[in-house]
């Protein structure tokens, strides 16, 4: 089993940034590929981001890219998602899920682990 947990949500302005948290424990935070996902209120839960075991290859939805960054500390268990130029778009609850193996999928159903999210909102 891996749990995880995010942290960093909040209220902010628009054009403003936040950071995400999400803390792993539980197995080798190392074998596993993470993502980052987002579910806006009456909407399906989308793909945000996701980073490979050894950082070296990442991928971002259209809707985000140039604006935030994924990254892990595989020392510290915990992956981020740095947020920057933010849109009231953006608001949502934002989860954190763990894969094991190489595969790099935007497929939430392929995803093993899930957080229990944390709470976005983009103001105009």
């Known amino acids: 089993q891996v749990q995880l947990v995010e942290s960093g949500g909040g209220l902010v302005q628009a054009g403003g940034s936040l950071r995400l948290s999400c803390a792993a424990s539980g197995r080798t935070f190392s074998n596993y590929v993470m993502g980052w996902f987002r579910q806006a209120p009456g909407k399906e839960r989308d793909f945000v981001a996701h980073i490979s075991r050894n950082d070296d290859s990442t991928d971002y939805a259209d809707s985000v890219k140039g604006r935030f960054t994924i990254s892990r500390d595989n020392a510290k268990n915990t992956v981020y998602l740095q947020m920057n130029s933010l849109k009231p778009e953006d608001t949502a609850v934002y989860y954190c899920?763990?894969?094991?193996?190489?595969?790099?999928?935007?497929?939430?159903?392929?995803?093993?682990?899930w957080g229990s999210g944390t709470q976005v909102t983009v103001s105009s």
């Open positions: 899920a763990a894969v094991a193996g190489l595969l790099l999928t935007r497929n939430e159903r392929r995803y093993d682990y």
